[in-house]
């Protein structure tokens, strides 16, 4: 090949006729174009991909901090959010900080230590706040969102804001948030959209999928699988004792469906699924019929019932569809219902 572009062409170069030749280089052509049409129109996953990079491809390895008092605190938090019944569940030596109710720990839901896209990444959480929270109908600040946790994921009681839990934890995020925008805005914030079915969830289908896809990790009935040196588990309880209560985020199926969908099975990602929108929805509303802890007072959560997400199981509602409705759906005509009676455009 090398011969063809030399003045003098040797070997394989001369028994090429000039229209073989004109015919190779018009192939070249082509093939050099369509290159370039590639590069310049990359697929709609390869643009989302690059567009989170520069908010997951940094530093958060926490071995990489050296010693002071300010790191240690950092790793103390770290440690906390890893290993939370340790510290503040019932492996906690000191009874008196004592605040979860459950096993869970933070990173049960917060993957990869927090630093997961959509898998409600805390990367740049510290600057989103104070942030206005519809749960309680006012601007609250990052310590009454922990103690949210508390109270609902956690199934259990606030930290005092002052206490060393509290400042390890805060000390945790903001070391996560160094490199995030003023804003905290970062891409891969809280969970993956999906298309909603115009349907009730499947009970049967998402048990089928339970079976098929979780029950290797979280046990045939939910109880996952305690974790082989501590207190916590390796794979969380999906409901029962353990699990969070009814007052938390993920008893809603839109909230469960958007986070299974790009992060269960385990190990997947976004990028790359296993379960279809329909699967992932159907398996949230199983999961989340199932019985666990009440949270009291919940009837006091959004002061303005207008915004309450249509897929809270509990009541009271700004309208009249049935709990049942609210719990398993089909959600779309009480999306629409708010749409035309409120001009509010709910997603979730």
């Known amino acids: 090949m090398i011969d063809i572009v030399n003045s003098e062409p040797r070997c394989s170069a001369q028994v090429l006729t000039p229209f073989y030749l004109k015919l190779l280089m018009s192939l070249s052509f082509i093939s050099f174009f369509l290159l370039c049409s590639c590069l310049d129109k990359p697929t709609i996953e390869k643009r989302v991909e690059n567009s989170l990079s520069k908010d997951y491809d940094m530093s958060y390895d926490i071995s990489q901090l050296d010693d002071s008092k300010d790191?240690?605190?950092?790793?103390?938090?770290?440690?906390?959010?890893?290993?939370?019944?340790?510290?503040?569940?019932?492996?906690?030596?000191?009874?008196?900080?004592?605040?979860?109710?459950?096993?869970?720990?933070?990173n049960n839901c917060h993957l990869w230590s927090g630093t997961k896209a959509y898998a409600a990444p805390l990367v740049g959480i510290i600057n989103r706040f104070p942030q206005?929270?519809?749960?309680?109908?006012?601007?609250?600040t990052i310590e009454e969102r922990i103690n949210g946790c508390m109270e609902r994921s956690m199934n259990g009681k606030?930290?005092?804001?002052?206490?060393?839990?509290?400042?390890?934890?805060?000390?945790?995020?903001?070391?996560?948030?160094?490199?995030?925008?003023?804003?905290?805005?970062?891409?891969?914030?809280?969970?993956?959209?999906?298309?909603?079915?115009?349907?009730?969830?499947?009970?049967?289908?998402?048990?089928?999928?339970?079976?098929?896809?979780?029950?290797?990790?979280?046990?045939?009935?939910?109880?996952?699988l305690k974790a082989k040196v501590g207190y916590g588990?390796?794979?969380?309880?999906?409901?029962?004792?353990?699990?969070?209560?009814?007052?938390?985020?993920?008893?809603?199926v839109i909230t469960a469906a958007r986070f299974i969908k790009a992060n269960m099975p385990y190990g997947v990602t976004y990028e790359n699924p296993i379960l279809t929108d329909e699967e992932a929805y159907d398996v949230a509303g199983y999961i989340n019929v199932q019985d666990r802890p009440s949270k009291k007072n919940r009837e006091r959560d959004f002061p303005d019932l207008k915004k309450k997400p249509v897929s809270t199981p509990y009541p009271p509602y700004a309208d009249t569809f049935s709990i049942r409705q609210h719990q398993i759906?089909?959600?779309?005509?009480?999306?629409?219902?708010?749409?035309?009676?409120?001009?509010?455009i709910k997603s979730k």
């Open 132 to 140: 206005y929270r519809g749960r309680e109908n006012k601007i609250g």
């Open 158 to 224: 606030p930290m005092p804001l002052e206490g060393k839990e509290m400042k390890g934890l805060l000390a945790y995020m903001s070391w996560l948030s160094r490199y995030a925008p003023e804003d905290g805005k970062i891409s891969g914030q809280g969970f993956v959209k999906i298309d909603i079915p115009d349907r009730a969830v499947d009970i049967k289908q998402g048990k089928a999928v339970f079976k098929a896809k979780c029950v290797l990790c979280h046990a045939e009935k939910g109880q996952g």
């Open 71 to 106: 790191n240690d605190l950092i790793r103390f938090g770290y440690d906390l959010f890893q290993n939370t019944s340790k510290y503040i569940g019932n492996g906690s030596k000191d009874k008196g900080s004592v605040y979860a109710g459950n096993k869970l720990s933070c």
């Open 329 to 344: 759906g089909p959600f779309l005509p009480i999306m629409e219902y708010y749409k035309s009676e409120y001009n509010i």
């Open 233 to 252: 588990y390796q794979y969380p309880p999906l409901w029962g004792k353990d699990s969070y209560n009814d007052g938390a985020g993920m008893t809603r």
